[in-house]
């Protein structure tokens, strides 16, 4: 269930959170595979729920493995669904460190990209993930300037 810090949906600093799910990773080298550093690149498909709503995202990701299962990474998100009930489309960049542990990443909408009763949406989150994790939880602190509200 999503949790609001906030009564209108268009409140500056209203905060909703929610788990998602990811599927179809497909993880590539860029140039040698068997050096560090090295590079890396994939795509991968994720299911949002809670105050996010995306039944099937398209993400890509470029990664700096600096170490074996160590390094930064960087990705574009396009989401297309809900967000508290808001429909939409955005996409948000992320920025993210991982190890052997699991991932941390943290996420802003790209300005000017989101679309429908979402246009003018601004916002960032976060999400910390283990591995072997089925699903990872997200915070996401947003605001909605110049947006239908329902």
């Known amino acids: 269930m999503p949790t609001s810090t906030a009564d ?3 409140a500056a600093g209203t905060t909703t959170t929610g788990r998602f799910t990811f599927a179809d990773w497909e993880e590539q080298p860029v ?3 068997d050096s560090t550093p090295r590079l890396a690149r994939s795509t991968v498909t994720n299911a949002f729920a809670g105050g996010i709503e ?3 995202t398209t993400c890509s990701y470029t990664f700096t493995y600096t170490g074996e299962s160590v390094g930064v990474f ?3 998100e396009l ?3 809900t967000v508290d009930g808001i429909e939409g489309a955005f996409v948000l960049e992320q920025r993210g460190t991982f ?3 699991g991932t941390q990443c943290t ?3 790209v300005p000017g990209s989101a679309t429908g009763e979402l246009a003018g949406l601004s916002g960032s989150g976060s999400f910390t993930s283990r591995h072997g994790e089925a699903s990872v939880a997200y915070t996401f602190t947003y605001a909605l300037d110049g ?3 329902r």
């Open 79 to 81: 989401l297309s669904g």
């Open 8 to 10: 209108s949906p268009r």
């Open 99 to 101: 190890d052997a542990t």
């Open 107 to 109: 996420f802003e909408v």
């Open 31 to 33: 140039g040698p595979a």
């Open 147 to 149: 947006a239908a509200v």
């Open 74 to 76: 960087t990705g574009l």
């Open 54 to 56: 995306a039944e099937a």
